[in-house]
């Protein structure tokens, strides 16, 4: 049989997937949740990638309370580097929206489009692959983490005790999973 060819859809995937079974059992409300869900996912990907390119190429937006324009204005103003990857190991790492580290001042900015509440344990993490990647030490340095998320920015001064307890963690937590990659 010479099967058909669906060369505008080869490397998609379909909402309706056979790998994503799931949504056979979902009621109709719940079908339209996760579709209004994944556009809004899909908007905030598409929303960080022009952020990552306007910062990059230093474009300033228009001077509003909008999120992105203020998340990218500030990026630029401090002149920090978009989609930064942090790494400790294979098992810890991660991106940072926006990152910089001047004079013993580590600054990392993220950029929240969805509904669901941010909260800066996130920040914090990266604040801790940071230390852990370039070996400094929380308390040797000034930290300020921002979130932007529905046309407000929060900002965080984060205890250095807080980010060692964090890299500790990581440092455990990492261990125990090589110890664990080893015996299986």
């Not at 996760?34 to 990059?56: M, P, S, V, Y």
């Not at 205890?159 to 500790?168: A, L």
Request: net charge negative; aromatic share 10%; proline share 3%.
């Amino acid at each position: 049989m010479d099967f058909n060819r669906h060369l505008l859809l080869e490397g998609r995937h379909a909402f309706l997937s056979a790998s994503t079974y799931h949504w056979i059992r979902y009621s109709d409300e719940k079908l339209i949740d996760t579709f209004i869900n994944a556009k809004a996912k899909q908007r905030g990907t598409e929303l960080h990638a022009l952020a990552h390119d306007l910062i990059r190429l230093g474009v300033k937006l228009p001077s509003t309370k909008k999120t992105l324009n203020q998340y990218v204005n500030d990026a630029i103003g401090f002149r920090m580097t978009p989609e930064q990857m942090l790494v400790y190991s294979d098992n810890a790492f991660g991106t940072a929206d926006a990152i910089s580290f001047r004079k013993n001042f580590l600054r990392i900015h993220d950029l929240k489009t969805g509904v669901t509440s941010a909260s800066f344990d996130q920040l914090e993490i990266y604040a801790a692959f940071f230390c852990l990647e370039y070996n400094v030490r929380p308390f040797d340095i000034s930290m300020e983490l921002r979130l932007y998320q529905d046309d407000e920015c929060s900002v965080l001064v984060p205890d250095p005790d807080s980010i060692t307890h964090i890299m500790d963690r990581v440092i455990t937590f990492d261990k125990l999973i090589e110890k664990t990659k080893s015996e299986v």
